[in-house]
């Protein structure tokens, strides 16, 4: 009997032992088969999915600290499909929040596209309207139980970065924007712009929640410290707006820079635009060189340029500050007869008074002498026509013919001499005569004061351009348009401060002729003459009031430079000497 | 084996120390059973190491989550201080507390012996370690079958 049992159990331990082996070798045969290839195949493709980090744009400082441009948060608005119960409420909350239109947003949540189950109805909602529907959706939901028509339910927030500007269009033209995309374009956000955007880092990441998978270190993109002082470019903002209703002037700029190391304090320019709402360019400026005219922009600046002509006429030893020369008014060159600015003779004249007088005839008896390989040679040394180098995005490098371009006339070298027939931007202008300022060697003006990164600044050295003239030339030179504003009377004068400068009437050139009617008028000076800390350079074209410089450009320079001095803690030059003999 | 009749004390003794079937049976249970039961204690201690990886994986993430939102808020909050003390904010507010800007005659210069203003903001802080998963132990990111195989690879090398 009880072997009987004991042959059972065998025989039924044997038959569950064989249906196990059957079980483990089913398993291994489906595991094995040509489909489980493919079940694995398919798995893998979902195992790891790539995911991008961005890491958060630098943000932009003025020289004090200040923040110029930063990041605020803002909402993409969409819809579970999956779990929305009542269109109809979220397309009038959603609607009658955000002004847009009813039956557009019920189309989309009525048909959407095939497949998907989240759609996005509005997206860079500010903050406070999608504060205020989360609070709304919150409300309904507490009256009604969640899931009831009449409820928000469906409706999600999801909040993401964007740039932000606090200062709105103060320093537009130099801070540029950033694109919903995150492109910068213009000014400092795009000639910075892959060092403000980080680095981006793609991984492979298993979906598997038990992998724990490496979060990338994805550092934030660089922070900027400008140059640019945002009290400065207020002040200059303000005075120049002040000055073109008061002159009637259709545009204009002021640009304020440190001759000694190239520094840009302020770039104030007429056009500018609130960065935050930056779909507005087209409505703002018809084409790009007007975004920021300063480096952009160029023009036949008048008799600003006297003063190159006179730094090489003086270096190359044609002239000392003691040279006289007889004007009789008119002078011919290249088979046309020049004037001076008021068409008459000026007699005996040394080359301070040439420069405080600004005449025409004197620039063109100069360049004339050097001859037009010497003067062009200068005019090249001094960086007319090039680009300056500028940190700025949309530099324009002007124009400068030469003999044998085609466009050159015999005449060009008495013109070019008093800045007609020769094109610059301010910036170029301000970099050429920073030699005159900074014992002849020219600075390459910038706006990039430092960057930081992981916590550590790093300030960017000053760099310096050509040295087109000798010590001795700018020293001279620099006491010359001291001296000329001075014996003028000049409206630039400065209380307080021995400032130098020169204005620059210069007629427009109107489909290949002069428009006798109408003027740009500049000024560039800087102070104080025997340590140069600032200088600045006005530029307000075709003011209706007078359309001499020394009447439109010279006071606003005058007041520009009163409210310099106050802002960069220059003190009055008496002050200033007796602290210094100390 | 056969057992001589003379014998019978013998073949009782044989009997009596003989293992009983059934206790050979029970021996070969209760190692079946050892073996199943180490088998279940080491899976068991696998889902427990594998589940606790897989939440602490989880945590980092949200973590990873928070802080980069807890970022944004600060740089968000950032702006909109910047906003409320914007120049034209600033000017605003000034003005209407009665102060308008100082003309040059009525400012004063004082020489401070020994003070350097300061010419512009430096930013620099004192830089932050970053946590990444390589500077943390490889105890709380690694399972139990990844340890083994690292071992297991390890030793591959070595040999």
Known sequence: MRQQYGRRSQVLAGALALFAFAIVVQMTRIQNSPEAEIFRQQSEAYAYEYRTFYPNRGEIYDRKGRLLAGEKIIYEIGVDLSIMTDPHAIAFAVSDTLGMDYDGLMDVMQNPPEGLSYIILVDYVDAEQALYLQELKKALNEQAPE?????????????????????????????????????????????????????????????DPNKAFEIPNAPDGTTLILTIDRDL???????????????????????????????????????????????????????????????????????????????????????????????????????????????NPWGLQDMTGCLQHSLNVCMVTLSTQMGAGKFYDYMDAFGVGHLTGVDLAWEAP?????????????????????????????????????????????????????????????EVPDQFGATPISEQTAATLNEMLAISLEQESSLALVPGYRVAGKTGTAQIPVDGFYDGSQTNTSFIGWGPVDDPQFMIYVWLERPTTSPWASEIAAPVFSEMAQRTVILLDIPPDSIRQQLALR | ????????????????????????????????????????????????????????????????????????????????????????????????????????????????????????VDLSSSAQPQLNVLTISPEYNQSLLDWMDERLVSTRRFQ
Not at chain 1, 156 to 179: C, M
Not at chain 1, 405 to 417: E, H, I, M, Q
Not at chain 1, 425 to 434: E, L, N
């Open chain 1, 147 to 207: 899931g009831s028509v009449g409820g928000l339910t469906g409706l999600q927030f999801k909040p993401h970065p964007q740039r932000s500007y606090p200062e709105n269009a103060l320093g537009s033209n130099i801070l540029g924007f950033v694109s919903r995309e995150g492109t910068g374009y213009f000014g400092v956000e795009e000639k910075y712009d892959s060092l403000l955007a980080g680095n981006p880092v793609t991984v492979l990441v298993p979906t």
């Open chain 1, 233 to 343: 470019q207020a002040a200059a903002e303000d005075i120049l707006d002040t000055a073109l209703g008061n002159y009637g002037a259709q545009d204009g700029l002021i640009a304020i820079m440190n001759p000694r190391t190239g520094e840009l304090y302020a770039m104030a320019v007429s056009r500018r635009m609130n960065l935050n709402k930056f779909w507005n360019y087209g409505a703002v400026y018809s084409n790009a060189t007007e975004f920021n005219p300063v480096i952009s922009k160029s023009y036949e600046p008048g008799s600003v340029m006297k003063v190159l002509t006179m730094a090489a006429a003086l270096d190359s030893g044609t002239v000392t500050p003691e040279t006289t020369y007889l004007d009789t008014g008119s002078i011919l060159v290249g088979g046309v007869t020049v004037e001076n600015w008021d068409r």
């Open chain 2, 1 to 120: 084996m056969n057992i001589p009749n003379h014998l019978p004390n013998v073949n009782h003794l044989i009997q009596a120390y003989r293992v009983a079937p059934w206790r050979v049976q029970r021996q070969w249970i209760g190692n079946a059973l050892l073996i199943v039961l180490a088998l279940a204690m080491v899976a068991a201690l696998y889902l427990h190491v594998t589940s606790r990886t897989a939440i602490a994986g989880r945590e980092i993430q949200d973590l990873t989550d928070a802080i980069a939102t807890s970022r944004q808020v600060s740089s968000d909050l950032q702006t909109q201080l910047a906003g409320l003390t914007s120049a034209a904010s600033m000017e605003s507010r000034a003005r209407e507390m009665g102060y308008r800007p100082v003309e040059p005659d009525e400012l004063e210069y004082l020489a401070v012996p020994g003070y350097v203003a300061q010419d512009a």
């Open chain 1, 398 to 458: 002007g124009r400068l013919k030469i003999p044998g371009d085609a466009d050159w006339y015999p005449v060009d070298l008495g013109t070019n001499a008093f800045g007609q027939g020769v094109a610059v931007t301010p910036i170029q202008m301000m970099s050429a005569v920073s030699a005159v300022a900074n014992h002849g060697r020219m600075v390459i003006p910038h706006v990039l004061y430092a960057m930081v990164r992981d916590g550590r600044q790093h």
